[in-house]
């Protein structure tokens, strides 16, 4: 069955400092692996996706993340730290139900500090 | 145009209250969907929509009630709620209930308070 698992539910960095949420997922078929963000009191954005095109994905806000098959991960990573990312993030996976749907991580919030 | 717009932003009801949340899309999208998520956690899914049909409910219970008068607009209606059902009710669409790696676009929330 496909799921996700967030490691840390809050991370702290300084700002400037690289940022790296961590996300393994468990699926029996090649998944569709996504990152969405969260500022608070609103709804979810989309950062980025894979899809099974490139490996490396890059996505809105400077933010990246790798599809590694080996490890089962998709971590999310940006090379500098800015205020404005202080959110929650998650990470999800699609499971076909003959309606494909999303299965969220438990998410993780990340602080900024200055 | 790539919004979801949610009405209302907040609602505060009592347990006997009728009231019901408005969800628009007009990006031609054939997929909605409504969320329910709690403080410091992940939304969780309630129904999907496909092709204006009911396809999926998560076990939710009767007090929620979904309706999709057409391909553009989602209602929830809420008849007898606990407590407990307080949370952000999230909506949101994708472009094709059938594409495996659509994006889904959420709207803002409804913060809805039972009393």
């Known amino acids: 069955a496909q799921s996700v698992t967030q490691l840390g539910s809050h991370v702290s960095v300084s700002e400037g400092a690289l940022v790296l949420l961590r996300c393994n997922y468990s699926s029996s078929v090649p998944p569709y692996l996504f990152w969405y963000v969260q500022y608070p009191n609103q709804g979810l954005q989309l950062l980025l996706k894979?899809?099974?095109?490139?490996?490396l994905v890059k996505g809105i806000n400077g933010f990246e993340a790798e599809f590694k098959k080996s490890e089962t991960s998709f971590h999310l990573t940006k090379p500098s730290a800015h205020m404005s990312d202080a959110a929650e993030y998650f990470c999800a996976v699609i499971k076909n139900s003959g309606t494909y749907k999303y299965i969220f991580g438990t998410g993780t919030r990340l602080k900024v500090l200055a | 145009d790539t919004e979801v717009t949610q009405t209302p932003k907040h609602l505060v009801m009592g347990m006997t209250n009728k009231k019901s949340l408005k969800c628009e899309q007009h990006m031609g999208h054939r997929a909605m969907y409504w969320y329910k998520q709690k403080a410091k956690k992940p939304p969780e899914l309630m129904f999907v929509?496909?092709?204006?049909?009911?396809?999926i409910n998560e076990s939710v219970p009767s007090r929620f009630s979904p309706e999709c008068p057409n391909s553009s607009l989602l209602n929830l209606h809420l008849h007898a709620l606990q407590p407990e059902d307080s949370a952000l009710y999230l909506c949101a669409s994708s472009p094709n209930p059938r594409g495996g790696g659509e994006t889904q676009y959420f709207g803002p929330g409804t913060r809805l308070l039972v009393l």
């Open positions: 894979y899809t099974s095109a490139a490996t």
């Open positions: 929509y496909s092709y204006e049909k009911l396809s």
